[in-house]
């Protein structure tokens, strides 16, 4: 069975490399209307600064986009398209953290194409897909490089993908993540490292998406507690920026449990997503390692650990204990009594389809409970 990974057609990396994105947008197209889709707290950080102007400067004219918050539903997407066809926009760029990107995808998806969410998970739309460009300020679980979008829908969170979904580039410009809170930076750690690991150990072979995952795995390893803890630390955030972007493709091969968990206590209790991946890692870990005892041996190396199953695990927790987040679902909003719907949740949940070992009901209940 043949591998395929979808690649932004540009990366462009770099301190300062947010003044190229101009360039970026013109060299995929747009010559006058720009939508930025942003999230409220880049807009009332005043994140935008060295965006819009810049823009403007460079004849793109621009309008923004907020209207959303966390955990994006589908509605979310289809407002920010319709925006982007009211305004004209010929591109969007997307400008914040996991859901800001995934809505500003939904903006290019939905311009041209109002049923795009209706639909099949698996994007084929009927008209045309504005040019969009990904501009992440924090780093997280790779939404920049990936070829999908997640909206919660109907009570539970529903992942559409498609090449169609791969933005024209992306830019990494670790200056813009000098503003961002610790708390943040240690909550896209884990994400990165859940989503790296999870990629890993997936179901079947794919030697670009395992080297992804394991380079990522050692950038966490290294620098997720001084990214952290200490703003300034630019060398630290760069490298959990680039770590986020590789695990964007290698998750293409597949995850787990953890994202199951994550996005069941996402829909029922707006948990931020690498809170709830994180607390739910060390538990998932636990229950594939009778079936990835060397792949999560090889991890644990990556991470700097012991070169074993427990090393990793052991590795993982460390990691876990030295970032200043809730440990457990239920420091973090979601109730004991909802048990059952995130059974529900998780069982129904495509991401588990690539555990490296069968999920089932009372497996499900039991790693949602250590979670907890």
């Known amino acids: 069975m043949a591998n395929v990974l979808g690649?932004?057609?540009?990366?462009?990396?770099?301190r300062g490399s947010v003044k190229e994105?101009?360039?970026?947008?013109?060299?995929?197209?747009?010559?006058?209307?720009?939508?930025?889709?942003c999230d409220p707290g880049v807009l009332k950080s005043n994140g935008l600064r060295a965006i819009a102007p810049a823009l403007e400067s460079a004849g793109l004219h621009t309008q923004v986009f907020s209207g959303f918050e966390s955990h994006p539903q589908g509605?979310?997407?289809?407002?920010?398209?319709?925006?982007?066809?009211?305004f004209g926009a010929e591109a969007v760029v997307g400008v914040g953290g996991g859901s800001a990107l995934d809505v500003a995808r939904g903006a290019a998806l939905i311009a041209n194409n109002d049923a795009a969410l209706t639909g099949p998970s698996e994007i084929a739309p009927s008209g045309a897909v504005l040019p969009f460009v990904l501009v992440p300020t924090l780093p997280g679980?790779?939404?920049?490089?990936?070829?999908?979008?997640?909206?919660?829908?109907?009570?539970?969170?529903?992942?559409?993908?498609?090449?169609?979904?791969?933005?024209?580039?992306?830019?990494?410009d670790a200056e813009l993540t000098a503003m961002t809170p610790p708390m943040f930076v240690a909550a896209g750690g884990l994400s990165i490292l859940a989503v790296a690991l999870e990629a890993y150990v997936a179901q079947g072979s794919d030697g670009f998406a395992d080297a992804l995952a394991l380079e990522a795995l050692a950038r966490v390893g290294r620098s997720l507690k001084k990214a952290a803890t200490n703003p300034r630390d630019l060398d630290a955030r760069e490298d959990l920026l680039t770590a986020s972007a590789l695990v964007g493709i290698a998750a293409q091969k597949g995850q787990g449990a953890a994202l199951a968990i994550a996005h069941a206590a996402g829909a029922i209790a707006g948990t931020p997503h690498g809170i709830a991946i994180g607390a739910a890692i060390s538990a998932v870990l636990a229950f594939?390692?009778?079936?990835?005892?060397?792949?999560?041996?090889?991890?644990?190396?990556?991470?700097?650990?012991?070169?074993?199953?427990?090393?990793?695990?052991?590795?993982?927790?460390?990691?876990?204990?030295?970032?200043?987040?809730?440990?457990?679902?239920?420091?973090a909003g979601v109730q004991r009594g909802s048990v059952e719907k995130l059974v529900e949740?998780?069982?129904?949940?495509?991401?588990?389809g690539k555990s490296p070992r069968p999920v089932g009901e009372v497996d499900a209940e039991r790693m949602i409970g250590e979670a907890l």
Request: hydrophobic letters at 45%; proline letters at 3%; glycine letters at 10%.
């Open 21 to 37: 994105l101009a360039g970026e947008l013109k060299r995929a197209g747009a010559q006058g209307k720009v939508l930025i889709v």
């Open 288 to 331: 594939d390692k009778m079936a990835a005892e060397e792949r999560l041996a090889q991890a644990s190396v990556a991470l700097g650990g012991a070169a074993t199953a427990q090393g990793c695990i052991d590795a993982v927790d460390k990691l876990r204990g030295e970032a200043p987040l809730p440990k457990k679902l239920s420091q």
């Open 7 to 14: 690649l932004p057609s540009r990366i462009v990396s770099g």
């Open 141 to 172: 679980s790779g939404s920049e490089t990936a070829q999908s979008a997640t909206y919660v829908i109907d009570g539970a969170k529903r992942v559409f993908s498609g090449q169609k979904l791969v933005p024209a580039a992306t830019i990494l």
């Open 75 to 86: 509605r979310h997407a289809q407002e920010a398209g319709w925006a982007a066809r009211s």
């Open 345 to 352: 949740l998780v069982l129904a949940d495509a991401a588990i």
